[in-house]
């Protein structure tokens, strides 16, 4: 398996697979004809059907101003749901045509170019990663960091302070989401409003939910945020972790390491499955979030890596099926919203593995495995093109 410093993109919203990848994708092919004169990019697929409205074409122009952008939206059997070809021309003369795909968290893959990013886990999936723990006597945080090296902490460092400043810009922003819903912000209102007589569990959850909308506020308005693993899932694991930090005092050494921990558990989804939305609906995205975040508290709360992969486990479990139908291609509803409550069912799913771990019957390499296939299984309409579910729903009525 890759690093786990991939699974945490720093970039612009509102969707990693639709902007961050995309940008990074024009911006490579870009580099490698520098004499052309003129670009042309087709989009297919789910960049085709919600390219406008998650920002696509604005995000390839940034990196090659001036290109011509085609929306094929006829064009079927692709191998990957985002799929991008790409063209140089120079005098009329075609320079070359490259087919690049945009599978999920900001990576981008070349079509028959070997992955660039350099192999740093030997073992393929949880089971393995925890079996070696078992045998060698070590935790999770230990046997990434002996993985991974020196530089993991500066990096996971560099990413907590991005999640933080995104949570803390959307506290503070106030006013109307852009993309012509009429969405409100409302992280600032839910984090200075008071409940008469509010118990401590409800202050935890409004707390957490006004960090997700916060940062959720963000992404939509195309600010940066960090893919974890995505963007439209970005306010899973900032919410949990700022709420740990900043209202019940963990250290930041500790949050960077229940970080670290949360991408190993998306890198064994990433890699044996899918963390995109085009490809395997919402619970690529949101179910791999929730199951990160439910790694990362496992963490912070000093639990077993066993009752930490149940955690992970019954989070994904609960989020099998769910679809990626975001109204008028906008990654706001319901994307926000589900951000929040995710986070919260993280929480939950980590109180349910603290007691009943010794009783599990499914493993967290069971429950990926699952959701892929899920995902493969869901009807394209209920895979980012907005034409299905919710989507459709709210256009008709």
Known sequence: MKSITSIYKIGHGPSSSHTVGPYRAAQLFGSRYPGADRFRVTLYGSLAHTGEGHGTGKAIRAALPGAELVFDRETRDLPHPNTMLFQAFCAGRELAAVRMFSIGGGSIRIEHEAAEDREVYPQKNCTEILALCRREGI??????????????????????????????????????????????RRAKYLYEMRCYNEGADVTMNRLIAAYAYAAMEENASEQLVVTAPTCGSCGVIPSILYYMQHDRGFPEAEILDALAVA??????????????????????????????????????????????????????????GLTCDPVEGLVQIPCIERNAVAAMRALSSVNLARFLYATR??????????????????????????HGGLAQIYRER
């Open 361 to 386: 019957k499914i493993s967290f390499d069971e429950i990926v495995e699952t959701m892929y296939r899920t995902g493969l299984d869901m009807d394209e309409k209920y895979r980012e093109t907005s």
């Open 263 to 320: 991408g190993l558990f998306g890198n064994v989804i990433r890699s044996n499955a899918s963390v995109s939305g085009a490809e395997c609906g919402c619970q690529a995205e949101i179910g791999s979030a929730c199951s990160m975040a439910a790694a990362a508290v496992a963490t912070l709360l000093g639990l077993s890596i066993d009752q930490t992969e149940y955690a992970a486990e019954i989070a994904m479990e609960h989020s099998l």
């Open 139 to 184: 935790g999770i945080v230990r046997l990434i960091h002996r993985l991974e090296g020196p530089e993991l902490r500066r990096c996971l460092q560099g990413v907590w302070r991005a999640m933080q400043d995104t949570v803390e810009r959307g506290l503070a922003t106030e006013g109307e989401l852009p993309g012509g819903l009429g969405v409100r």
